[in-house]
Nanobody, 114 residues
């Protein structure tokens, strides 16, 4: 199982980015997928999750600004990030959990200039 995260970059505060997490090696129909982030000098934190049933949850700091979604045909999960703030600057990771096992993608860097 491999997860390939992409879509990070440099954006001005108030701008938008869409991150993608492409999954290969299994179809994620029965999987939960999450986005985490880790800012320099800080612990990794959960940003958003989407369950196998399509139920979504968000960290309070991103609720109303970020949207997690998935495209089963493309085996890809997205994180649409709007209204970006400087404090959203971090390395963003996707994580897939299935049958009690967890798989991580490599990070994609998001830098928000103030």
């Amino acid at each position: 199982v491999q997860l390939q995260a992409s879509g990070g970059g440099l954006v001005q505060a108030g701008g938008s980015l869409r991150l993608s997490c492409a999954v290969s090696g299994l179809t994620f129909g029965n999987s939960a997928i999450a986005w985490f982030r880790q800012a320099p000098g800080k612990q990794r934190e959960l940003v958003a999750t989407i369950s196998s049933g399509g139920i979504t949850n968000y960290a309070g700091s991103v609720k109303g600004r970020f949207t997690i979604s998935r495209d089963k045909d493309k085996n890809t999960v997205y994180l649409q990030m709007n209204g970006l703030k400087h404090e959203d600057t971090a390395l963003y990771y996707c994580k897939l959990t299935v049958l009690g096992r967890a798989y991580w993608g490599q990070g994609t860097l998001v830098t928000v200039s103030s």
